[in-house]
């Protein structure tokens, strides 16, 4: 049975970059009954997701999918800064100091923060697979690094070890447009939507790949001079998200991304990975140019007990919600051993 929560954490939630949030809350999605032994499944989620894993990870989580068993306990938290419940740039609980653009950055090692308290708070002692993909992949290595050997199984899909420069050039491409929109630094609820809108149609580009738009928006006919497919795509791709998501979480979380490095303050990143003790699974899609397969190659190399998949597919980063057939009988195998 699915149910959503909101867990209240009352006391100052420190951050990574020193500063504090006053209070806290997460909304979370659970499916199954928890049980005394470990048949936890923990889902992380990525930048623009929410908390109902069954909505949108189709193929896995949906009714009859994957993990769609009796004996699982299946939880999916939205992350802080998010837009979906969660304490973000627009919360109503936080003080005027903290809204909009006042609001203090968050990083993926605060977000795993945020699942421990929610996981000592729900009376959790081992998660039995831990499983994100791109931003969620941040919060897994995270929330990895913490638990220890109270996770048995790791997935970590399309994502890296520190988020690239390449990555982040895109992410600030798009906050660009942000702030090119001038209702953005008007800080109000519906500021930036314009700037949003382009946000999104650049995302895109990051998100397929040359092939998989030859495939999905070439015209049928030779006879076009306006008026493409490809455009109405970006168009509808950047007004889909302004209809269910906000310019301030969007920046936010963008900047979190980028600030992603499993090795800040931890020595080095290799030896920041080498303490990973969970059985992992690293996969990595052959035509993502956000997260190239060579990220999930160095991931694999530097976790001690991983192994590498790779998945040929022309839908790029995107082919982790596309190729979802593909990605389970992947993980079928992982889970079997």
């Known amino acids: 049975m699915k149910q959503v929560n909101t867990f209240h954490f009352h006391s ?52 009859g999918d994957l993990f769609d068993r009796p004996e699982n306990f299946i939880i999916c938290a939205n992350i802080i800064g998010s837009c979906y419940g969660s304490t973000g740039p627009l919360s109503e609980h936080l003080p005027d100091s903290h809204a909009f653009l ?30 994100g993909s791109s931003l969620g992949g941040h919060q897994a290595q995270e929330f990895s690094y913490i638990l220890k050997d109270r996770l048995d199984k790791l997935v970590l899909i399309a994502t890296n070890a520190k988020h690239s420069p390449f990555g982040i050039a895109f992410n600030e491409s798009q906050r660009l447009t942000l702030l090119a929109d001038e209702t953005f630094e008007q800080q109000i609820p519906e500021g930036g939507q314009k700037g949003l809108k382009a946000a999104r149609s650049i995302a895109m580009l990051s998100y397929r790949s040359y092939d998989g738009y030859l495939k999905t928006q070439s015209e049928v006919s030779n006879e076009h001079i306006d008026g493409f497919k490809a455009s109405s795509y970006q168009d509808y791709q950047g007004q889909k998200l302004v209809n269910r998501f906000n310019a301030y979480s969007y920046w936010y979380l963008s900047k979190a991304m980028d600030s992603h490095n499993i090795g800040r303050n931890r020595g080095s990143v290799e030896k920041a990975l080498g303490q990973i003790p969970a059985q992992t699974l690293v996969i990595g899609i052959t035509s993502d140019l956000l997260f190239p397969v060579s990220e999930q190659a160095f991931l694999a190399k530097h976790i001690p007990n991983s192994q590498l998949e790779i998945i040929d597919s022309i839908f790029g980063h995107d082919g982790f919600l596309v190729e979802t057939k593909t990605l389970e009988n992947i993980l079928i195998n992982f889970l079997n051993k």
């Not at 420190?14 to 199954?32: A, N, Q, R």
């Open 102 to 131: 006042k609001f203090p950055l968050i990083t993926p090692r605060d977000m795993a923060n945020a699942h421990q308290l929610l996981k000592t708070e729900l009376g959790i002692d081992k998660i039995h697979v831990l499983i």
């Open 12 to 63: 100052e939630f420190l951050l990574e970059s020193g500063t504090t949030l006053p209070k806290l809350e997460i909304v979370y999605h659970t499916f199954g009954t928890l049980t005394p032994t470990s048949n936890v499944i923990w889902v992380c989620h990525a930048l623009t997701a929410n908390s109902d894993v069954s909505d949108w990870w189709n193929g896995l989580f949906g009714e």
